[in-house]
T-cell receptor, first 113, second 111 residues
Framework: AQSVTQPDIHITVSEGASLELRCNYS??????LFWYVQSPGQGLQLLLK????DTLVQGIKGFEAEFKRSQSSFNLRKPSVHWSDAAEYFC???????????WGAGTKLIIKP | NAGVTQTPKFQVLKTGQSMTLQCAQD?????MSWYRQDPGMGLRLIHY???????DQGEVPNGYNVSRSTTEDFPLRLLSAAPSQTSVYFC??????????FGSGTRLTVV
């Protein structure tokens, strides 16, 4: 069965430092991949998505992600984090059986002042 | 456009009670789905629909029923609430099954 793995349950980063959140997926063909962000008590906001083409995808709020087929990864990056980036981040892939989203368990980002 | 509207936002139920979580979208999307979110587990698919009159089970369907009598509405019914159904529930809709719009969620507590 398809799966999405986010190896880090939580990550702590100093404000102004760079960020990389990891996401690995299991899928044979080119997947449809997403990153969502959820602030405490809030809904889900789409940061970016990859369907095909350029493997480096730009999103909102200064985030980007790179699709690496050889590593089955879709890591999220930001060059300089702000305190407002503290949230939980979810990676997801579209299932090839029912075209619904399969989600990783999430990574909670903590920002140190 | 209101997008995807979920009601209620919060609900407390007693074990054994029934209730319906409402989900409505005004974007004429064919595809709708329900997820539950539990700490450390991400979101898991409960039920989904590919159009009016068509529904199917997801990963965790037990204890939940759905129907899709119109394109706009996709209610989720809990027939006999259990503490294990304490969770945050999200409804989503999509035009093309790859771009999803989410509701703001319903936080359900079963005591």
């Amino acid at each position: 069965a398809q799966s999405v793995t986010q190896p880090d349950i939580h990550i702590t980063v100093s404000e102004g430092a760079s960020l990389e959140l990891r996401c690995n997926y299991s899928y044979g063909a080119t997947p449809y991949l997403f990153w969502y962000v959820q602030s405490p008590g809030q809904g889900l906001q789409l940061l970016l998505k990859y369907f095909s083409g350029d493997t480096l995808v730009q999103g909102i709020k200064g985030f980007e992600a790179e699709f690496k087929r050889s590593q089955s990864s879709f890591n999220l990056r930001k060059p300089s984090v702000h305190w407002s980036d503290a949230a939980e981040y979810f990676c997801a892939v579209v299932s090839d059986s029912n075209y619904q989203l399969i989600w990783g368990a999430g990574t909670k980002l903590i920002i140190k002042p | 456009n209101a997008g995807v509207t979920q009601t209620p936002k919060f609900q407390v139920l007693k074990t054994g009670q029934s209730m319906t979580l409402q989900c409505a979208q005004d974007m004429n999307h064919e595809y709708m789905s329900w997820y539950r979110q539990d700490p450390g587990m991400g979101l898991r698919l409960i039920h989904y629909s590919v159009g009016a009159g068509i529904t199917d089970q997801g990963e965790v369907p037990n204890g939940y029923n759905v129907s899709r009598s119109t394109t706009e509405d996709f209610p989720l019914r809990l027939l006999s609430a259990a503490p294990s159904q304490t969770s945050v529930y999200f409804c989503a809709s999509s035009k093309d099954r790859v771009g999803y719009t989410f509701g703001s969620g319903t936080r359900l507590t079963v005591v």
